[in-house]
């Protein structure tokens, strides 16, 4: 049973920037391919971007490209997302989640994943 803990969130003024963090426990960590999603109100949760397990393969949705990075530290257990020139439409929770490391090809599939954690608030102001 993998754990994932997300931090970093908060409120940004647009065009400001945000690192958030997802910190693992109970598993191999290099085992997953690990995802970051996010749910705005009212709206499905949706993919923001993935990262093989060894890091060296990422893909970001249309909307964040240029501007989000996703990487990972396969030593500490963590993947990061790190978010610059934030808009007010990148305003919702953010969350990590855990997809065997075997269907990253897929791993855009929110029903793919096996692990998530609680998420974590991001707020952009203008």
């Known amino acids: 049973q993998v754990q994932l803990v997300e931090s970093g969130g908060g409120l940004v003024q647009a065009g400001g920037s945000l690192r958030l963090s997802c910190a693992a426990s109970?598993?191999?960590?290099?085992?997953?391919?690990m995802g970051w999603f996010r749910q705005a109100p009212g709206k499905e949760r949706e993919f923001v971007t993935a990262?093989?397990?060894?890091?060296?393969?990422?893909y970001y949705e249309d909307s964040v490209k240029g501007r989000f990075t996703i990487s990972r530290d396969n030593a500490k257990n963590t993947v990061y997302l790190q978010m610059n020139s934030l808009k007010l439409e990148d305003t919702a929770v953010y969350y990590c989640?855990?997809?065997?490391?075997?269907?990253?090809?897929?791993?855009?599939?929110?029903?793919?994943?096996?692990?998530w954690g609680q998420g974590t608030q991001v707020t952009v102001s203008s």
């Open positions: 989640a855990a997809v065997k490391a075997t269907y990253y090809s897929s791993s855009y599939s929110r029903a793919r994943y096996d692990y």
């Open positions: 109970g598993g191999t960590f290099s085992n997953y391919a």
């Open positions: 990262i093989s397990w060894s890091g060296g393969s990422t």
